[in-house]
């Protein structure tokens, strides 16, 4: 069974880089047909999708957040990581990483992690 | 790439049916049939209910089901149950490669 688990840092300060990595179990991250995915939920707001990563490096991104995000895998370590640039308040989120595969074009998030909380203040 | 909007809440008595709109525009929903509708209950991941507007993944119950009309699409849930009370949320391809969430929906199993 697949199993995502997101780790990092609970507390940012406002201005700093939010970074969170996502540990993939029960499967390999390197085996080519999923996307992996970060997507946040600011407490009690809808979900916002913020980008992916496919195996070989490649990234899409939220055009909304694209200019701070970065994506990166780690296929040694089977994670995948999200860094966040210049945060404030308003990323205020619980952050949730989950697999996509690339059979289809379509949002098909099938596996999520539990999701972390991630507070920006100073 | 703005959210797409659902009803905040839509309520139903057990056994009711009822129907959760997604409208999107001309950009998202209504030039792709590559709808997701995802169930999340309090504290929880969400879970992928719907895809590609009317398909059921697997252990998926047959009381769920999609549809799209035009920039519009709904998740009708038949025979409401108690354990259906959740919010749900719509998610649509943008193009591009990006993706596009609903504002969810509150579901209240009365």
């Known amino acids: 069974q697949v199993r995502l688990q997101e780790s990092g840092p609970g507390l940012v300060k406002p201005s700093q880089t939010l970074s969170l990595t996502c540990s993939v179990s029960g499967g390999s991250i390197t085996n080519g047909i999923y996307y992996w995915n970060w997507i946040r939920q600011p407490a009690g707001k809808g979900l916002e999708w913020i980008g992916r990563i496919y195996v070989r490096g490649t990234t899409n991104f939220n055009a909304s957040l694209k200019s701070r995000v970065t994506i990166s895998i780690d296929t040694s370590k089977n994670q995948f990581s999200l860094n966040l640039s210049s945060v404030t308040a308003a990323d205020t989120a619980v952050y949730y990483c989950?697999?996509?595969?690339?059979?289809?074009?379509?949002?098909?998030?099938?596996?999520w992690g539990q999701g972390a909380l991630v507070t920006v203040s100073s | 790439q703005s959210a797409l909007t659902q009803p905040a809440s839509v309520s139903g008595s057990p056994g009711q049916s009822i129907t959760i709109s997604c409208t999107g525009t001309?950009?998202?929903?209504?030039?792709?049939?590559?709808v997701s509708w995802y169930q999340q209950h309090p504290g929880k991941a969400p879970k992928l209910m719907i895809s590609?507007?009317?398909k059921r993944p697997s252990g998926i119950s047959n009381r769920f089901s999609g549809s799209k009309s035009g920039n519009t699409a709904s998740l009708t849930i038949s025979g409401l149950q108690a354990e259906d009370e959740a919010d749900y949320y719509c998610c649509s391809y943008a193009g591009s490669s990006t993706y596009v969430f609903g504002t969810g929906t509150e579901v209240t199993v009365l």
């Open positions: 590609e507007v009317n």
């Open positions: 989950a697999r996509q595969p690339i059979s289809t074009t379509g949002p098909e998030f099938d596996y």
């Open positions: 001309s950009s998202d929903v209504g030039s792709y049939n590559l």
